[in-house]
C-alpha cells in the first residue's frame, strides 16, 4: 500500500497504561468488591509514576493524545502499568503462586477488570490504540475464555504471554498444557506479546536483588523465544505471531546464531550423529521443520523501546521488517517527551523506505492499526523524512533526556 502522507507514521509499540485505584472498581466483578475496598483502604502505592500529579498521563485519554501526538506519535500498543485491584504491585512484574487459590481467583478478577477497563479505554480512539489483554497461567480453560473476549471487545493488541518463572508453580512455557492458548490466539488472528519483566524469579530480599533484577531481567524474557522454537509451538502454528518487547535488539542476530547451531547438533546434521547433543534432541528436534532463524523471519518480531543507534545498524539482520519502534511513555527510562529528537538519533541515514517500516508499518501490520487514519492524523502530527534525517549532535542531547538509555548510551559513547 503505497503512503498517502509526506510524513512519517508513529507508532509506539511499547506504552504503559492502566486506570486510578479507584477507576477499576466498576469493572470489577460485584461479589470482590468488598475485598476490593478492604485492599483499596490499606493499599501504599511504590510507584511514583501512578501517583501524584502526572499520574493521570495512565488513564487520560485526552493527556495521552495530547502529549503523544505533541511527541509526533498517533498511535499505541497499550500494556499494563497501573497496580489492579487487590495485587500487592504492578502486574507485569508480581509473582503469583499456585499454592495460594483464593489469592490467584481474585488477582484473576483484578486482571479481568483491567482488560475491561482497557477495552473502554482503547474505543475511546478508535484505531490508535491497541491494547493488549492479560491472562493468567494457572486456568488455561478461563484464559482461553479471556483470549475470546479480548477479541470480541476490540483488544487488537492480542495477549500479554506470562513468564513462567521457577517457583512460579506453572509448567514452563515449553510445556504442552498451553496449547488452547496457541489455538485460540492463531484461530483469532491475535498476537502474543511478550514483555520484559514477568519471567523473571522472586530475587530475595536482598539489598542487591534490584540490581540483579536489572542485569538479569532481560535474560529471563528472551529465553522464551527457544521454549517456544524448540518445544514445536511455532511449528504447530505457523501463522500465530510472537513479540518480544523491551527486550533490546542487538542480542537477536547472535542468539539465532546460537539457536541454529544448536539444532544442527540436537539433529545430528551437524557432525554430531550418535553425540550426546544428538541424544538430547531425540523424540523433539524431529518435529522442527525450519532453522530458528526461518521461525523468527516468519514468525517474530521485536518491541524496540528506544532502540539505540548500534542496534538500528543490525536491522537487516535482524529484519528490517520484524523491527517496532517504542517510546515507553509514559516510563521514566522512555524517550517521549523526546521522541522526535530520538528518531534522529536512530534513523539519521537510514532509507526513508525502511524508516517508515521500522516507525509505524510494521506495528500497523502486526497490531491491526487503522492506516488510511493514522495517515490523516501524520499530516498533522508526524515528523517529515527531512526532520529525522538531520543527525542528533550529542551535544544537542538535552540533560532530561538522559534518563533514556538510548540518549545516555550517545552522551556518553557507550556501546
Known amino acids: 500500500m503505497g503512503a498517502t502522507t509526506d510524513r512519517y507514521v508513529v507508532i509506539s509499540a511499547d506504552c504503559h497504561g492502566g486506570a486510578s485505584i479507584a477507576g477499576y472498581k466498576p469493572y470489577l466483578a460485584s461479589r470482590y468488591h468488598d475485598d476490593f475496598d478492604r485492599w483499596a483502604?490499606?493499599?501504599?502505592?511504590?510507584?511514583?509514576?501512578?501517583?501524584?500529579?502526572?499520574?493521570?498521563?495512565?488513564?487520560?485519554?485526552?493527556?495521552?493524545?495530547?502529549?503523544?501526538?505533541?511527541?509526533?506519535?498517533?498511535?499505541?500498543?497499550?500494556?499494563?502499568?497501573?497496580?489492579?485491584?487487590?495485587?500487592?504491585?504492578?502486574?507485569?512484574?508480581?509473582?503469583l503462586s499456585v499454592a495460594a487459590a483464593a489469592a490467584l481467583e481474585k488477582r484473576w478478577a483484578g486482571l479481568q477488570a483491567h482488560n475491561r477497563w482497557l477495552a473502554d479505554f482503547c474505543s475511546r480512539a478508535p484505531g490508535r490504540r491497541a491494547g493488549i489483554a492479560q491472562i493468567m497461567l494457572h486456568d488455561v480453560e478461563a484464559s482461553v475464555r479471556e483470549i475470546e473476549w479480548a477479541e470480541a471487545n476490540g483488544l487488537t493488541g492480542g495477549i500479554l504471554l506470562p513468564g513462567a518463572p521457577p517457583g512460579s508453580g506453572v509448567p514452563p512455557l515449553y510445556a504442552p498444557d498451553y496449547e488452547p492458548i496457541w489455538d485460540a490466539c492463531e484461530d483469532l488472528g491475535l498476537p502474543v506479546t511478550h514483555h520484559s519483566g514477568s519471567a523473571v524469579p522472586d530475587m530475595g530480599p536482598y539489598p542487591s536483588a534490584r540490581m540483579m533484577f536489572l542485569l538479569e531481567v532481560t535474560w529471563w524474557a528472551h529465553r522464551t523465544l527457544w521454549h517456544l522454537i524448540y518445544s514445536g509451538v511455532m511449528e504447530r502454528h505457523p501463522a500465530?505471531?510472537?513479540?518480544?518487547?523491551?527486550?533490546?535488539?542487538?542480542?537477536?542476530?547472535?542468539?539465532?546464531?546460537?539457536?541454529?547451531y544448536y539444532r544442527g547438533r540436537l539433529s545430528g546434521a551437524s557432525?554430531?550423529?550418535?553425540?550426546?547433543?544428538?541424544?538430547?534432541?531425540?523424540?523433539?528436534?524431529?518435529?522442527?521443520?525450519?532453522?530458528?532463524?526461518?521461525?523468527?523471519?516468519?514468525?517474530?518480531?521485536?518491541?524496540?523501546?528506544?532502540?539505540?543507534?548500534?542496534?538500528v545498524a543490525l536491522r537487516d539482520r535482524v529484519g528490517v521488517d520484524r523491527i517496532m519502534w517504542g517510546s515507553d511513555y509514559p516510563h521514566l527510562e522512555g524517550?517521549?517527551?523526546?521522541?522526535?529528537?530520538?528518531?534522529?538519533?536512530?534513523?539519521?541515514?537510514?532509507?526513508?523506505?525502511?524508516?517508515?517500516?521500522?516507525?509505524?508499518?510494521?506495528?500497523?501490520?502486526?497490531?491491526?492499526?487503522?492506516?488510511?487514519?493514522?495517515?490523516?492524523?501524520?499530516?498533522?502530527?508526524g515528523p517529515t523524512p527531512q526532520e529525522v534525517d538531520v543527525p542528533l549532535a550529542p551535544d544537542d542531547i538535552a540533560d532530561e533526556a538522559l534518563r533514556c538509555p538510548a540518549f545516555a548510551a550517545e552522551r556518553f559513547a557507550v556501546r
Not at 272 to 294: C, M, N, R, V, W
Not at 375 to 381: G, I, K, P, S, V
Open 41 to 95: 483502604a490499606e493499599f501504599e502505592n511504590p510507584y511514583d509514576d501512578t501517583t501524584g500529579a502526572d499520574a493521570d498521563r495512565n488513564w487520560s485519554s485526552e493527556r495521552r493524545l495530547r502529549e503523544m501526538e505533541a511527541d509526533g506519535v498517533v498511535a499505541e500498543v497499550l500494556f499494563p502499568n497501573t497496580v489492579p485491584p487487590v495485587f500487592p504491585k504492578v502486574s507485569l512484574v508480581h509473582h
Open 335 to 381: 524517550c517521549w517527551p523526546f521522541s522526535r529528537q530520538h528518531l534522529r538519533l536512530a534513523f539519521a541515514g537510514v532509507p526513508e523506505d525502511e524508516v517508515r517500516l521500522l516507525v509505524g508499518r510494521n506495528a500497523a501490520d502486526v497490531y491491526g492499526f487503522d492506516w488510511p487514519l493514522l495517515e490523516r492524523l501524520a499530516d498533522q502530527h
Open 271 to 311: 557432525g554430531a550423529d550418535g553425540s550426546q547433543e544428538a541424544k538430547f534432541g531425540e523424540g523433539a528436534i524431529e518435529q522442527l521443520t525450519l532453522s530458528p532463524s526461518e521461525y523468527w523471519r516468519r514468525q517474530c518480531h521485536v518491541g524496540a523501546s528506544f532502540i539505540r543507534s548500534h542496534e
Open 240 to 260: 500465530l505471531q510472537f513479540v518480544f518487547t523491551e527486550q533490546g535488539t542487538a542480542w537477536i542476530p547472535e542468539e539465532l546464531t546460537r539457536l541454529d
